[in-house]
């Protein structure tokens, strides 16, 4: 049965002795209509997506994260390393700002200093270990060092020769930078981060790597491949890349830090020459992904010890520049909707809700109040949509705006069609989201999922993002000239498009 992520159940196996390894979400903001931050959370929520990583601290999501229980992870972009790691009162002050202000409402875990920045930005890896170490400082003098990880997260590429994986070893080039960065990491019980995409691996591959291999497939014993140094037996690229790196820290002397992915993830689109970029493959993969790292089975050479990692990533961001591909590795379009819907059967206690037909339809942050009101004078007139619920005393009457009363309508209309294409456009004031708008005793149609009951979620922003004034309409019996009139005057067409 199709089954889509994300109600995860983190009962899985430790990646050190006292943390439960999981599984994450990247949220990039490379969209053209990026969602508010509290519409972000709502999503998170809905979906019981309990880890994320953010590729800055943004303030505003700071605050939205803050008394969700969500773990956070957060980042110092590259632009920000060098004065970071040349200066400890910099540090300091980006700790207070961005930690301190914030912990601990909002749940930080874990500070990502840079990404990739040996390969990225090579010319600040000279200061990346005292970015580390000033940033930890900080961290030891608000006694929040123990609750919070510092690393950085580093690409695959720095790994040489990685199969089979018992060979890898790191750039040497880059051992002045590594040796350090290791020590630091064993001495504060960090994590060696790393980004694994076994779609390059695939891509660039020219055939040799079977597509099987890189999507986490179960393979029959004679078609794995087999480290001959170890006699290890390697099903899939995700594996023997991790296993590479432990294997590489180990030839550098470093055998206890545990290994965390930050990002992985598979494209669902991609240009004419990128045929393996598709909606099946990116679901088989990260539906194989979420499985792996669940149900406890680890790597060939830690087997039962699994990797916590984060999928790359949370939304579609159409303003990356590059192939088609780097547009479109999300699990959602910027409203919130399922870009698939992920296989997740026989995955132990990993619980997911089918929300194939959990869909709504709610009025747009920022619409034009009087196109909101034409809009739902026409729900509730010739669009034949039961607005009683909305009327003073009945259950959906509060918060009583026209962006609460809009959206119920709108939302009616949309189920009441059968969500045909279409259906929940209203002249551009409206959009579809996965966030169930239901809130109290005031019950949206589709709110309920294959047992009757609710997603845990409403619309964050339904009660102070929209018009002070209360909504007026006409009701579908009474819907009278006066009406139409208000409704040609603002362009609204004859049906909703």
Same mark, same amino acid.
């Given at each position: ?12 196996? &430790? ?30 929520? &809905? ?11 943004? =303030? %505003? ?11 956070? /992870? ?30 601990? /409402? ?19 890896? =000279? ?24 690393? $950085? ?150 087997? %039962? ?24 590795? %999300? ?77 119920? &309508? ?6 009441? $069609? ?14 579809? $989201?996965? $966030? ?24 964050? &922003? ?36």
């Amino acid at each position: 049965m199709a089954m889509l992520l994300l109600l995860w159940v983190l009962t899985v196996s &430790a990646v050190s002795a006292d943390e439960d390894a999981f599984v994450g979400v990247n949220i990039g903001t490379e969209l053209s209509d990026m969602p508010h931050p509290t519409q972000v959370v709502a999503l998170l929520k &809905a979906q019981q997506i309990r880890h994320v990583r953010l590729y800055n601290a943004d =303030r %505003g999501m700071l605050l939205a994260l803050s008394n969700t229980g969500i773990k956070v /992870a957060i980042s110092i972009p590259n632009e920000q390393l060098l004065g970071i790691g040349q200066s400890n009162s910099t540090a300091a002050n980006w700790v207070s700002q961005n930690v301190v202000a914030h912990y601990p /409402a909002t749940n930080i875990t874990t500070i990502c200093v840079g990404s990739e920045v040996l390969t990225a930005l090579p010319n600040a890896a =000279r200061v990346l270990v005292n970015a580390l170490k000033f940033i930890h400082s900080a961290l030891v003098a608000s006694n929040l060092d123990r609750q919070i990880k510092v690393s $950085t997260p580093l690409a695959s590429s720095i790994i040489l020769d990685s199969f089979p994986p018992s060979q890898a070893f790191f750039n040497h080039s880059w051992n002045p930078v590594l040796i350090p960065m290791l020590n630091f990491l064993q001495s504060t019980d960090s994590y060696f981060m790393l980004n694994v995409y076994p779609y390059f691996d695939y891509m660039q591959s020219n055939g040799v790597i079977p597509l099987d291999y890189t999507l986490l497939k179960p393979l029959p014993s004679n078609k794995e491949a087999v480290d001959a140094n170890t006699l290890l037996h390697y099903s899939n690229v995700f594996d023997a890349m991790v296993d590479a790196a432990y294997f590489a820290m180990a030839y550098l002397n470093f055998t206890n830090i545990p290994v965390m992915v930050t990002e992985t993830g598979w494209p669902s689109k991609g240009d004419s020459y990128e045929p393996d970029a598709t909606l099946d493959n990116a679901n088989t993969y990260n539906s194989n992904l979420i499985r792996h790292v669940l149900n406890k089975t680890g790597t060939p050479k830690h087997p %039962g010890v699994s990797v916590s990692t984060y999928i790359y990533e949370l939304y579609n961001e159409d303003m990356k520049p590059g192939p088609v591909s780097e547009k479109n590795w %999300g699990l959602f379009d910027a409203n919130g909707v399922p870009v698939y819907i992920l296989h997740l059967t026989g995955s132990g206690s990993v619980l997911a809700n089918d929300t194939t037909n959990q869909t709504f339809c709610t009025a747009k942050e920022g619409a034009d109040a009087k196109m909101l009101q034409a809009a739902l004078d026409w729900a509730c007139g010739p669009g034949k949509v039961d607005c009683s619920p909305l009327l003073q005393g009945q259950t959906c009457y509060e918060p009583d705006n026209i962006f609460a009363h809009a959206t119920y &309508a709108f939302n009616t209309y949309y189920h009441q $069609t059968g969500k045909t294409p279409g259906s929940c456009d209203f002249n551009g004031v409206a959009t579809t $989201t996965t $966030t169930n708008p239901s809130h109290g005793s005031c019950l949206y149609l589709g709110s309920g999922d294959k047992n009757g009951t609710l997603l845990n979620s409403t619309i964050p &922003a339904m009660d102070s993002k929209s018009s002070d004034s209360p909504a007026k309409f006409v009701y579908g019996n009474v819907f009278s000239a006066a009406a139409y009139i208000v409704i040609g005057a603002v362009g609204w067409s004859a049906l909703p498009l």
